[in-house]
């Protein structure tokens, strides 16, 4: 499975952006697409998950509310939706494929994209 993620960019404090991520496969079974993140020194984040059968969503704390996942089955893509932009939202962002418990209980991955990169300014 390749992921492949775009979209980062460089914005200000309360602004939006959207990120990416093509998979090269459909997903099967239970499995879902997800956003994580990683910030400097610090440990990886789950941000958000969608099952690919059914489309339920999941979301971290820290972001729900602001972000917004969804996919599009026809483009095997899934999106996030970002508003609300923080500078606490700084970080690098990866796409990952994985089983909906590996993602949301385990929050873990087999599959990961390489990332991309999203700063937010104050």
């Known amino acids: 499975v390749s992921l492949v993620e775009s979209g980062g960019g460089q914005v200000q404090d309360g602004d939006s952006l959207t990120l990416a991520c093509s998979a090269s496969?459909?997903?099967?079974?239970?499995?879902?697409v997800g956003w994580f993140r990683q910030a400097p020194g610090k440990g990886r984040e789950f941000v958000a998950a969608?099952?690919?059968?059914?489309?339920?969503?999941y979301y971290s704390d820290s972001v729900k509310g602001r972000f917004t996942i969804s996919r599009d089955i026809a483009k095997k893509m899934v999106y996030l939706d970002m508003t609300s932009l923080r500078p606490d939202d700084t970080a690098t962002y990866h796409c990952?494929?994985?089983?909906?418990?590996?993602?949301?209980?385990?929050?873990?991955?087999?599959?990961w994209g390489q990332g991309t990169q999203v700063t937010v300014s104050s």
């Open positions: 990952a494929l994985d089983t909906v418990f590996a993602l949301t209980v385990g929050k873990s991955s087999r599959w």
């Open positions: 969608i099952a690919w059968n059914g489309g339920r969503v």
């Open positions: 496969e459909v997903p099967v079974g239970d499995r879902a």
